[in-house]
């Protein structure tokens, strides 16, 4: 059984005036171990379905297994449980915390988690040690450069050792060289036997990435894995 | 990295944001305080002026029979020589337990005498004490200095065409009118007054009284429990509180409280609202960052506590600093309000009291800012995503 199972995903955002579709019964089965491009035009549905995927935002309709669990089977609580087990988010903007300093941004996820304080230093440091920005640990978000920001943010959905990794846009506010270096972090990462799905409509992020899959109109147009003919979009 | 620990670097490093809120609970905190101890300091004030009002025990000898009227009330036995309170007993009342609460033990013998046609009331009191009691008596003249003066009522004085400085035979004794009182209103204005030892020897009752005014007062006296203890510890005599003194006392007192404490509600309310509108913008402003911890998995119940906790810091901080301005407005405000000098008195009741109030009413003013901040969908306070 796959690690990441999409079956008939349908979101559907209802206006005064109007519906949006935003995913069309898609269906996508992830392996354990992928690095998962997302790609596609803007409105494709790619943010809807890593916001569904993250356990943000509930489905009109269809199901998402993430190691065998259904997660919007899942009460309110138990999926920020499942959030804080499970995935470790990077987004695009960021979202450092701006009165936290490198260290205690990373830490975030683990404040709510029964361990000593030396324990999650312990964590924290390890995976700052580990995209390079220990000797920045106690630095201010407004003190680091945009690259070094994204580095805290994805040691932040590190820490935890989450089996996904959701990636959105990481590298849409950074320059060339900056975002070569973060994609090979990632590759690293991917490499060590991490998931990771990342949205991305940068093309020079693809030769990252061992699977992609393109959306269009909410549905997966195109899939790297699969024949053509076998995933065109039903309408 | 805790809860705790986000909200203190919160606060520490956005201290700006949360003045407004301190300090609107400050000002709340510290004018319930203001009043408060404005109301204590008062009514001390007031119970130790009321101490000097007048009396509010009255000892009288134990009878069945005649009876004088005096003062409104209706004395036993006055007018049988036979029933009397020993002088020498007297002593026993200042061994009440309450004996603290006695102001002033005033005794008095009462007889009536004859001024060739008019029949008199005659008075014999301990002269200092019953000025203390009497502080409204005011008197042409003097007030009675030695044993051979007296002092006259105005209605008596007019009856016999009385001047101060004229001279009056009483039972073949010989007094000078030293004063005569001013109008009182009361049945003051019918008496002879003159000291105690010369009226027992006149009306020849040596060592007795007839009755005896107690000033034994302050708002949370417990007169009636004295009024048993008088009784014990001087029995065969009668011991009656006169209430209607007490219970008017007791009204003002308490209608000062009610004040306070209407006011003092009107302005925690407003706090309250301050507390409210403030925590309510700040979540409000916070909401990608509350977005964030959602995402990050932090629960509902971790979002509320993270704004409640930092409320009650808030809370904590605005009741101890709202305490001391409190206080300290009391102090200003204190000499104002009072004729004569009023000790402020620091009770670390009322401070746990300020404290308490102002975690209260700060939390369950945060307590809806907090619940709306948990309830934030994750993906509207994200819009990145």
Request: a negative charge; hydrophobic letters at 45%.
């Amino acid at each position: 059984m796959a690690f990441i199972n999409i079956q008939q995903l349908n979101k559907t955002f209802t206006s005064d005036a109007d519906q949006v579709v935003a995913l069309d019964d898609l269906t996508v089965e992830i392996s354990e171990g992928t690095f998962l491009g997302v790609m596609g035009p803007s409105g494709s549905g790619k943010s809807t379905l890593l916001t569904i995927l993250g356990g943000l935002s509930r489905p009109t309709a269809g199901q998402v297994n993430v190691d065998g669990i259904d997660i919007y089977a899942l009460g309110g609580e138990q999926l920020a449980d499942f959030r804080r087990e499970y995935l470790g988010f990077v987004f695009q903007a960021f979202n450092l915390i701006p009165y936290l300093n490198a260290r205690e941004n990373v830490m975030l996820p683990l404040a709510v988690m029964r361990l000593s304080a030396r324990e999650k230093k312990r964590m924290a440091n390890q995976v700052l040690e580990r995209v390079g920005l220990l000797p920045r640990a106690e630095h201010l978000p407004s003190q680091l450069s945009g690259g070094e920001q994204e580095r805290v943010a994805i040691a932040r959905a590190l820490v935890n050792g989450p089996p996904l990794i959701l990636a959105d846009e990481p590298t849409g506010s950074l320059d060339t060289a900056t975002s070569q270096s973060i994609m090979d972090l990632f590759s690293e990462l991917n490499a060590d036997g991490q998931t990771i799905v990342m949205v991305t409509h940068n093309n020079e992020n693809k030769p990252y990435f061992d699977r992609t899959i393109v959306l269009r109109d909410g549905c997966v147009a195109e899939d790297s894995a699969t024949r053509p003919a076998a995933v065109a979009c039903a309408g | 990295m805790t809860l705790e620990s986000i909200v203190l670097n919160n606060l520490r490093r956005r201290k700006g944001r949360m003045v407004f809120l301190v300090a609107g609970l400050l000002i709340g905190v510290a004018t319930v305080v203001t009043l408060i101890s404005l109301s204590n300091a008062l009514t001390a004030d007031v119970q130790h002026k009321m101490e000097h009002y007048g009396a509010n025990i009255l000892i009288t000898p134990r009878s069945d029979d005649l009876s004088l009227s005096y003062g409104g009330i209706t004395l036993g036995g006055v007018s049988v020589d036979s029933r009397e309170i020993r002088q020498a007993d007297l002593a026993q009342i200042m061994t009440i337990p309450n004996s603290r609460n006695i102001a002033a033990v005033a005794p008095k013998v009462l007889g009536a005498v004859e001024i060739g046609s008019e029949r008199v009331l005659l008075m014999g009191v301990e002269v200092d004490k019953e000025f203390q009691l009497k502080k409204w008596w005011s008197v042409q003249g003097e007030p009675v200095t030695d044993d051979g003066q007296i002092v006259a009522g105005q209605s008596v004085a007019n009856a016999l065409g009385l001047q101060v400085g004229d001279e009056l035979v009483l039972r073949d004794r010989p007094f000078r009118v030293s004063g005569i009182l001013n109008k009182t209103g009361s049945q003051d204005d019918h008496l002879l007054i003159a000291s105690l030892p010369v009226v027992q020897q006149l009306l020849g009752k040596p060592g007795t009284v007839s009755l005896v005014e107690v000033a034994a007062l302050c708002g949370d006296c417990p007169v009636t429990d004295m009024v048993n203890q008088i009784s014990t510890a001087l029995p065969g005599v009668d011991v009656s509180a006169i209430q209607q003194v007490v219970k008017t006392r007791m009204h003002a007192l308490d209608q000062f409280r009610s004040f306070s404490l209407a006011i003092a509600a009107v302005v925690i309310l407003i706090g309250a609202l301050v507390v409210f509108v403030t925590m309510m913008s700040a979540v409000n402003e916070r909401t990608r960052e509350i977005g964030i911890f959602r995402a990050l998995g932090f629960r509902r119940g971790h979002v509320m506590r993270l704004i409640l906790l930092e409320s009650s810091l808030l809370s904590l901080l605005a009741g101890i600093l709202g305490f001391f301005v409190g206080m300290g407005a009391t102090r200003i405000i204190l000499p104002l309000m009072s004729e004569t000098h009023v000790a402020l008195h620091w009770s670390p009741m009322l401070a746990s009291l300020a404290v308490l109030l102002a975690l209260v009413v700060g939390c369950l003013a945060s307590f809806y800012p907090a619940l709306h901040a948990s309830r934030l969908d994750p993906t509207e306070a994200l819009r990145a995503l």
